[in-house]
């Protein structure tokens, strides 16, 4: 009898999980999502990298700077349902700044918060933006299941607020919780602010700072590297697609080598 009741239970969590992968997978190739962002996928490998983290649709997920959504794009559906997701953005308080980039930010951030307006498409979306040295707090402590920061670390350690922004994130996630990240990944240790400048951190550099801000590492994966990345680009990761800063010059040898070379980093808010 007992055998009998292990198989089923065992059958039962298998159809669960086989019906979690299969509603991320259909939001992967939802219509709403552009040609363009779903040609991303080849590098970026969304399914693979959200099951890595183990990322499950009760969770309350939150996106540190999703910039144009395209990891929002697959998240926020996933978790609509039964989680939540939250998305901390750029402050939206810039607009009229003579700061150009601070503007632009403003910018970008209004644009995506538009977007994701659409609750029948990503639920109730809750918004919050991260801008040291004022706009620290981004969610209620401890209550956060799954934190992603996707390549945007390199600018925070340029601004030279990495480890406030990660201390941000340790204090919303849950005991527990994960911090998600995948970030451009640099050959060295050494050098890191010049690396910085071209979108590029040393994977140990990520590591020490992650450790430093409490967080434990507990998995890595090579899921989102490229060995063809040689990572000596006169514009660093944006000459590579998608920005292709270079323009027409060399564009095709760019477009051969494809996205950056990623880590991809998971680490826990080790429960006390």
């Known amino acids: 009898m007992k055998t009998i009741l292990m198989t089923l239970i065992l059958v039962m969590m298998s159809t669960e999980v086989s019906a979690v992968r299969s509603n991320l997978a259909d939001i992967i190739n939802g219509a709403h999502r552009s040609e363009e962002h779903k040609a991303r996928d080849e590098y970026r490998h969304p399914q693979k990298t959200i099951e890595f983290f183990g ?36 402050s939206v308080q810039n607009l009229n700044s003579d700061d150009k980039r601070a503007a632009s930010w403003s910018k970008t951030a209004l644009k ?68 998600a990240v995948v970030q451009h990944r ?12 071209e979108g590029y951190l040393g994977e140990q550099y990520v590591i020490e700072a992650a ?15 490229n060995p063809k990345d040689t990572k000596n680009h006169p514009k660093g990761v944006y000459t590579l697609p998608p920005m292709l800063a270079m323009g027409a010059k060399d564009k095709e040898r ?12 998971k680490f826990i808010k080790a429960k006390k």
């Not at 990495?162 to 849950?174: E, N, P, Q, R, T």
């Not at 640099?186 to 400048?197: N, P, Q, T, Y």
């Not at 450790?211 to 590297?225: C, H, P």
């Not at 477009?255 to 990623?262: A, K």
């Open 186 to 197: 640099g050959d060295a240790v050494e050098g890191i602010g010049s690396s910085a400048v």
């Open 254 to 265: 760019y477009v051969e080598i494809g996205e950056s070379d990623r880590m991809t980093l």
């Open 55 to 90: 990322t499950k649709p009760t969770d309350h997920v939150l996106e540190m700077w999703p910039g144009n959504g395209w990891y929002s794009e697959i998240l926020a559906p996933y978790v609509k349902e039964k989680g939540k997701y939250t998305a901390v953005t750029f």
């Open 112 to 179: 995506f918060r538009e977007k994701m307006s659409d609750s029948d498409l990503y639920g109730k979306v809750s918004f919050t933006e991260f801008e040291p040295p004022s706009m620290l707090k981004i969610a209620k402590s401890n209550s956060v299941d799954a934190a992603y920061i996707v390549r945007v670390m390199h600018i925070w350690d340029q601004e030279g607020f990495l480890a406030k922004g990660l201390k941000s994130v340790y204090k919303a996630l849950k005991p527990g919780g994960v911090l």
């Open 211 to 225: 450790k430093k801000a409490g967080f434990k590492l507990v998995a890595s994966s090579e899921i989102n590297a």
